[in-house]
């Protein structure tokens, strides 16, 4: 016996999240027991309310409270435009840079045979449907710069420029504001390749 | 626009706790929306059951589900020995230890006047009651070893001794299996301070 079994259990219940050990699960185990009651509630509602209400967008994947994301909903978007990413949170990120006006594909994974991760379970057959119901122009294939990001958009521009549809991937080379002595080699090699004339 | 409403709301929730920022809150966030649902209710509940069952102990000050924590229900516990600790973790810490086997006295709190801790903060008139009505042998006093938890001692010993009760503090000195060598300063003067014939 060292605490109450309630403090028990929210102890062990934090632990299971990513990143939290023991110490740092005890130390918000705390923190909740000390905090007014309705902060503790906000936050328990909060994480059932997420839980229930978000769901996935049924055109394009990305996170939705209704059937279509605020995205897919936005009339000012460029539907003709579709940019595919692998994560929610890669959406949020381009987002956040304001440079995007098109809309998006989520692909929730990267084509991967040993994680069980085929053309299916990325949705892939529904994204060529969108592509050639909705007339797409140009696919932005915005998957990760690694084996199975490449992998992933090499896949999508075999698949995808037989229906006509201009198939390009996201520039790779040297972060702005970074410096050439901190480039890892692949970094360079792909900033060497993709050069353009000034 | 970002994220849905209902996920900003629990990133937002998820970054007032301690040590989450608001990147940890993001990544938190997205876990617990990638959860099996019971998990997250299971956590929800957790927190609220916590928050609502437990209490202090009417006694001792430490964290309870009764009116009397499991400490001061046990019949097996010294009750003429009381241990003055700051904290509840206190209490878990020298239970884990396995070395104490009277009760606790939790003043939540040392003195300290910048943060408004007076001897009634921190439950002392109740102390000095409990040490006369029960009976108190000894008054171990395990405050922490700085200048707040120096001065509660000080504070407690000067108040408890007319009532001719025995007060300790608990030793100072190196940690067992550490090294002299990386001994701060104040902890070897401690040490020194400390000594005892061989």
Do not use: W
């Amino acid at each position: 016996m060292s605490y109450p079994s309630a403090l028990e259990k929210l102890i062990k219940a934090l632990g299971k999240l990513p990143g939290i050990g023991p110490k740092t699960a005890t130390r918000l185990a705390f923190f909740l027991l000390f905090s007014p009651k309705e902060e503790v509630s906000h936050l328990a509602k909060a994480m059932l309310e997420a839980k229930e209400k978000i769901g996935r967008c049924s055109r394009c994947g990305y996170l939705a409270e209704d059937s279509l994301c605020a995205i897919c909903q936005d009339p000012k978007r460029d539907r003709s435009l579709l940019c595919v990413v692998q994560d929610p949170r890669d959406v949020a990120v381009l987002e956040k840079a304001g440079a995007y006006k098109g809309t998006y594909f989520v692909l929730h994974g990267a084509l991967s045979p040993i994680e069980g991760f085929g053309p299916e379970e990325l949705h892939i057959p529904r994204l060529l449907k969108l592509i050639e119901e909705e007339k797409i122009k140009e696919l932005i294939v915005a998957t990760n710069p690694n084996v199975e990001g490449d992998a992933t958009a090499l896949y999508l521009s075999r698949q995808a420029r037989p229906l006509g549809v201009k198939v390009t991937r996201i520039a790779f080379g040297l972060p702005v504001g970074g410096d050439l002595e901190y480039a890892d080699a692949l970094t360079l090699s792909r900033a060497l390749e993709g050069r353009r004339e000034i």
